[in-house]
């Protein structure tokens, strides 16, 4: 039998009913991202991609349509999914380690040995080594939203889902963080669904691109990333990532009729 992808939409439509209206968010939207595959989507403000975000972690129904994750309709939230949102929301009461440990003590309302050993190490791994008994408030942006890593990837997540997670860091952090999450997707590889309004961000990290058109968010264009890896610094300034770039932006600033 064939493996079924990590994640699917299939047909999807989304509506919204708010007050002065029905919005309709997403519709037919149709693509798959195959397990350890990184997938960076791309559209303009309000066409859905935080909404593609919420179906997969089971934070909202469907209206029309399917989304499943490894063959399976998603119904609620699930251990093999974590999320990192632009935000970290960490405890501010709470040590860097504790907030890793949450959501062990969330689930079982208590953290064991293993568990604090697990949190030191992906601590460990996110550059953070050192700081386990601060409190977030005495970390920077970045350092924080490295936390924010760390408690995605603390239950061993299969698919990582990032919600613009850079995006309120400085430029040169920015790019910082996202080498050191290809380094960390190399020693954890993960399944990734990874939502941006940088094309730069897309490219450099992305094996795949999807855009989508203005609301009601229609994936535009599916395209394989045409860089080799392990990707660096150097890759950023490579013609081809230069060619490529100006693909996406002339499909995002005049995006084809959905
Ligand atoms: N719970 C909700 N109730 C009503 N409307 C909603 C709800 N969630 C999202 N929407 C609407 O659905 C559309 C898509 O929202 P979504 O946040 O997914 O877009 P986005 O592409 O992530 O936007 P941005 O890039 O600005 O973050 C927007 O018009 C938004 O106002």
């Known amino acids: 039998m064939q493996t079924p992808p990590a994640i699917s939409f299939q047909d999807l439509g989304q509506c919204f009913e708010t007050r002065s209206g029905r919005i309709e968010a997403l519709r037919g939207v149709e693509f798959d991202v195959v397990r350890h595959e990184f997938v960076a989507v791309l559209g303009p403000s309000g066409c859905g991609k935080s909404t593609l975000l919420r179906l997969i972690a089971g934070l909202l129904e469907p209206t029309s349509g ?58 460990d791994m996110v550059g953070l080594k050192g700081f386990e008994k601060r409190l977030p408030n005495e970390l920077s942006g970045g350092m924080q939203q490295r936390v924010g890593i760390a408690r995605a990837l603390f239950m061993r997540p299969d698919i990582l889902l990032m919600d613009e997670p850079f995006s309120a860091l400085d430029a040169l952090t920015r790019e910082e963080m996202g080498l050191e999450l290809l380094r960390i997707w190399e020693a954890e590889p993960k399944t990734v669904l990874f939502i941006t309004h940088s094309i730069s961000e897309a490219v450099l990290l992305a094996d795949r691109v999807i855009v989508m058109s203005a609301r009601p968010g229609r994936v535009i264009e599916d395209i394989k990333v045409p860089l080799p890896r392990p990707r660096g610094l150097e890759t950023s300034n490579a013609q081809v990532m230069n060619d490529f770039s100006a693909h996406l932006r002339s499909l995002l600033v005049a995006p084809r009729a959905a």
């Open 66 to 123: 399917r989304v499943e994750v490894f063959g399976s309709s998603v119904k609620e939230p699930r251990d093999d999914v974590g999320i990192v949102f632009q935000k970290p929301t960490l405890l501010p009461w709470a040590t860097i380690e504790d907030n890793v440990c949450f959501p062990a003590r969330h689930k079982r309302g208590r953290v064991g040995a293993n568990e604090r050993t697990r949190a030191r190490d992906l601590l």
